[in-house]
Nanobody, 126 residues
């Protein structure tokens, strides 16, 4: 069993920055693919960014590319999402997810991930 706990959300003005954290327990993240998703109010959960199991490859949605950076700290067993130049349309509940199933690819769908955190709210005011 894997537990994921997100933190770092809050209210920020457009153009500002936030850094989200996702602390994992129950498994080491060093050999597992992880990702960030978000769910805007009234909409479906959508992919934001992922890092592959080896940590050598990342992939971003077009809407956040160049503004957000996914990274991980193996020693802390924690995933991060650095968010810069935030826009009102970035307002959403942000979730981290981890894939324990086999595979070395880049995964961008909700169904590809096995465990989820409860989320952290990000609100960007205009």
């Amino acid at each position: 069993q894997v537990q994921l706990v997100e933190s770092g959300g809050g209210v920020v003005q457009a153009g500002g920055s936030l850094r989200l954290s996702c602390a994992a327990s129950g498994r080491t993240i060093s050999s597992l693919a992880m990702a960030w998703f978000r769910q805007p109010p009234g909409k479906e959960r959508e992919f934001v960014a992922t890092i592959n199991r080896g940590g050598g490859a990342t992939y971003y949605s077009e809407s956040v590319k160049g503004r957000m950076t996914i990274s991980r700290d193996i020693a802390k067993n924690t995933l991060f999402l650095q968010m810069n130049s935030l826009k009102p349309e970035d307002t959403a509940m942000y979730y981290c997810a981890i894939r324990v199933s086999s595979g070395d690819g880049i995964y961008t769908t909700v169904s590809s991930y096995d465990y989820w955190g409860r989320g952290t709210q990000v609100t960007v005011s205009s």
